[in-house]
Nanobody, 119 residues
Framework: QVQLVESGGGLVQAGGSLRLSCAAS????????LGWYRQAPGKQRELVAA???????NYADFVKCRFTISRDNAKNTVYLQMNSLKPEDTAVYYC?????????????WGQGNQVTVSS
C-alpha cells in the first residue's frame, strides 16, 4: 500500500506564493506521471499541472507562467510552486501519482490540501 502525503497549503493574500509538496510513503517504487489537481466548491476537479518521469511538463492554461511543477525522483516527491496567486486559485489541491512496483500498483491520490487566496 502506498500513501501520498501532502503539505504546504494555507492562506495567502492575492499576489503571494505557496509551495505544495507531495511525497509517496513507500520506497522501491517508480512513479510514471505525477500531477496536481484542484477542486473548488461546487466545481469539478480539474488538472492543474503534470510531469512525467522524464520531466516533461503540462500546465492548464489558467496557471501557465504562474505555477511550476517539479519532481525529485530519488525522494518520490512532487512539488507545485505557485506564484502570483489569485482569489480564483482558492481550492483543495490534490496530488496524483501513477505508481509501479514489480507491477502496476495503481493510481493514487493525496489527502488534499486547502489553498485559500484572499483578495
Amino acid at each position: 500500500q502506498v500513501q501520498l502525503v501532502e503539505s504546504g497549503g494555507g492562506l495567502v493574500q492575492a499576489g503571494g506564493s505557496l509551495r505544495l509538496s507531495c511525497a509517496a510513503s513507500r520506497s522501491k517504487i517508480s512513479i510514471n506521471v505525477l500531477g496536481w489537481y484542484r477542486q473548488a466548491p461546487g466545481k469539478q476537479r480539474e488538472l492543474v499541472a503534470a510531469i512525467t518521469s522524464s520531466g516533461t511538463t503540462n500546465y492548464a492554461d489558467f496557471v501557465k507562467c504562474r505555477f511550476t511543477i517539479s519532481r525529485d525522483n530519488a525522494k518520490n516527491t512532487v512539488y507545485l510552486q505557485m506564484n502570483s496567486l489569485k482569489p480564483e486559485d482558492t481550492a483543495v489541491y490534490y496530488c496524483n501519482a501513477d505508481i509501479f512496483g514489480r507491477s502496476w500498483l495503481g493510481d493514487y491520490w493525496g489527502q488534499g490540501n486547502q489553498v485559500t487566496v484572499s483578495s
